[in-house]
């Protein structure tokens, strides 16, 4: 039996938990799918400064709305948030709403030229996140995560079957990250689908482009710069087979590097000279 996948690339609204509520409602009563995956920060916008978000109308309005939600309709959902942890720091999170239960891995590379400065804003996560639906295996990462080699190479080792990405990048971010997310699926022999969000988000505008990555770095779904909706189909036995196919990536341990000073030579004014231009 297949598994559908729903890749919803939208903007969440600042300050405004209930209606970025009842955008994800239309899309999560409305289609019938085993997952959907929402864009990093989409339950409160992505916001400049966390510290003035209320989180505590962010979970009356939003989150706990969300979790009866995949209660009621049977629906995984994976959607990005700001989290405050128990010591009072803050953490840019994916959620995983899995009926009334609800799991979260924390961002790690955290980047002081996204959006928002995130280093002055998060504390950074340390633990991989692998949830299991339908025979399918995915691990979790939220924006620049993809550029950290060792935690892709971490899910592809522990039999992930494939990478899921939540982001909020600009146009001008999309490419060079789309290039990397590209480059990650083709060494580890891993598909990754990048959730983007879109929009202008504060007068930032959010790039879009989000896509669903094969092991050969090439598009198998793609989206353009607006609001778009992605079903993506997959076949757990399909997908599993690859993984239990896929091989180690190799591993290098370098040696002293050798360093080599050039040297700078006079031009000998007796060489010869060229036929053509002297």
Not at 45 to 71: M, W
Not at 74 to 102: H, L, Q, W, Y
Not at 147 to 175: F, K, P, W
Not at 192 to 215: H, K, Q
Request: net charge negative; with cysteine; aromatic share 8%.
């Amino acid at each position: 039996m297949g598994m559908k996948i729903t890749l919803v690339q939208s903007k969440g609204v600042v300050g405004d938990a209930k209606v970025n509520y009842f955008k994800a409602k239309m899309r999560i009563s409305n289609v019938e799918s085993d997952i959907f995956v929402f864009p990093e920060m989409y339950c409160s916008g992505y916001v400049k400064d966390v510290n003035g978000v209320n989180f505590q109308t962010l979970k009356a309005l939003a989150l706990d709305p969300i979790k009866e939600l995949s209660h009621f309709t049977g629906s995984t959902v994976i959607c990005g948030c700001p989290v405050k942890n128990e010591d009072g720091t803050f953490s840019d999170c994916a959620m995983v709403f899995d009926g009334r239960k609800t799991y979260t891995y924390a961002k790690m590379n955290l980047r002081s030229d996204n959006a928002a400065d995130e280093v002055a804003m998060y504390a950074p996560g340390s633990e991989p996140m692998i949830i299991s639906r339908g025979g399918i295996s995915i691990g979790l990462t939220v924006g620049h995560d993809l550029m950290i080699s060792d935690l892709c190479r971490y899910y592809s080792d522990n039999g992930a079957d494939m990478i899921v990405c939540l982001a909020a990048l600009t146009g001008e971010q999309m490419g060079p990250f789309m290039q990397i997310a590209r480059a990650r699926a083709i060494e580890f022999s891993i598909p990754i689908l990048v959730c983007n969000m879109t929009g202008n988000d504060c007068g930032t505008e959010m790039g879009g482009l989000s896509a669903y990555i094969g092991i050969d770095g090439e598009y198998i779904e793609s989206c353009t710069t607006g609001s778009d909706v992605r079903e993506i189909r997959l076949e757990p036995e399909e997908l599993r087979s690859i993984t239990e196919r896929r091989t180690a990536a190799p591993k290098f341990e370098f040696t002293e590097a050798k360093r080599i000073e050039m040297e700078t030579v006079e031009v000998d004014p007796d060489s010869p000279k060229c036929p053509l231009f002297g």
